[in-house]
């Protein structure tokens, strides 16, 4: 009787648990992707906003072709930047729509990808400011 009793507690214990980490279903995973897509298309807009505030106040401040050039340059690296944040938010949260034992192998992927949008979009800094 006291092991049925302990059983049925640690059941009910085990469901409790299992309870507050509900799962995500695949239809919410798909509001979350285009949340975080929406979001990116956003953040990235304002950074082509900021981009050219930058380029204009740099033309009417000095006039000098290469700070214009230079707040291009800053100007394009931060669209980039904010693109690759962007797009890799969108990429981790798609792999949390498949099955958890290709979910780290999409996250890899995600994570070099965005590494690689970074370097390049230091490279082209960098290329452009010379």
Request: charged share 30%; glycine share 4%.
């Amino acid at each position: 009787m006291r092991l049925q009793k302990i059983t049925l507690a640690g059941t009910a214990a085990l469901a409790l648990l299992a309870g507050c980490h509900p799962h995500k279903t695949p239809q919410t995973t798909a509001q979350d992707v285009e949340a975080a897509k929406q979001e990116a298309q956003r953040e990235v807009e304002q950074a082509r906003k900021e981009a050219s505030k930058g380029i204009k106040s740099a033309t009417k401040v000095s006039g000098s072709s290469r700070d214009v050039a230079q707040a291009k340059a800053e100007g394009a690296y931060d669209i980039a930047m904010v693109k690759a944040d962007g797009d890799h938010k969108v990429a981790t949260e798609k792999c949390l729509t498949l099955q958890a034992t290709l979910q780290q192998a999409c996250k890899d992927q995600s994570d070099a990808e965005y590494e690689t949008a970074k370097a390049a979009a230091k490279a082209t800094r960098v290329a452009r400011q010379q």
